[in-house]
């Protein structure tokens, strides 16, 4: 990803590897199918291995963990916004992660990678993220600043599905 400046507009121009070009051509037409939500990225032009789109200034949600800039309610209630104009978009939002979440310098919420919302299988990593949030980051006790180490270990072993399986484990257990 490339920041690029023409006049006042501030640009990113994401370069897709020869072997990733059916990729780029993909996300920029799902990027097309979100153009009527302002929870998207503006979308200039594209080519067959490039999108030059809208750049977004703000913080990753990941990085708002980092740095202790607390997530909000209203943060969670906007990504839901954008997922759900997403779906009425035809598209399956998938790979919502931390560094897939933007919160502007103005809060509102921007949603960036695309490239999965047209895959098929349910993915609940959203879903998951949200229950960790209500379950654990909401506790007053819950630490708002997160050092990225753990942060990274923590992604780990939910890519790994060693979390689900876990919670899964105590939720049978306590039922």
Excluded at 19 to 31: F, G, H, N, R, S
Excluded at 54 to 82: H, P, R, W
Excluded at 145 to 157: C, H, S, T
Aim: charged residues 25%; contains cysteine; glycine residues 4%.
């Amino acid at each position: 990803m490339f920041a690029l400046t023409e006049g006042d507009r501030k640009m990113a121009l994401k370069v897709f590897f020869p072997e990733y070009q059916a990729t780029a051509v993909k996300e920029a037409a799902i990027y097309e199918k979100l153009a009527g939500s302002a929870f998207y990225p503006d979308i200039y032009e594209t080519g067959d291995s490039f999108i030059l789109m809208e750049y977004i200034k703000g913080e990753t949600f990941y990085n708002c963990l980092k740095k202790g800039i607390v997530i909000s309610d209203d943060m969670i209630q906007q990504v839901e916004e954008a997922l759900s104009d997403a779906r009425a978009a035809g598209l399956n939002p998938s790979d919502i992660h931390l560094r897939n979440l933007i919160l502007t310098q103005t809060g509102t919420v921007r949603v960036i990678d695309v490239a999965r919302f047209e895959q098929t299988k349910k993915c609940t990593q959203w879903d998951d993220l949200k229950s960790a949030y209500h379950a654990l980051y909401k506790k007053p006790i819950f630490p708002k600043k997160i050092p990225g180490f753990w942060l990274e270990i923590i992604a780990f072993l939910y890519k790994k599905n060693w979390l689900q399986k876990h919670f899964a484990q105590r939720k049978r257990k306590y039922s």
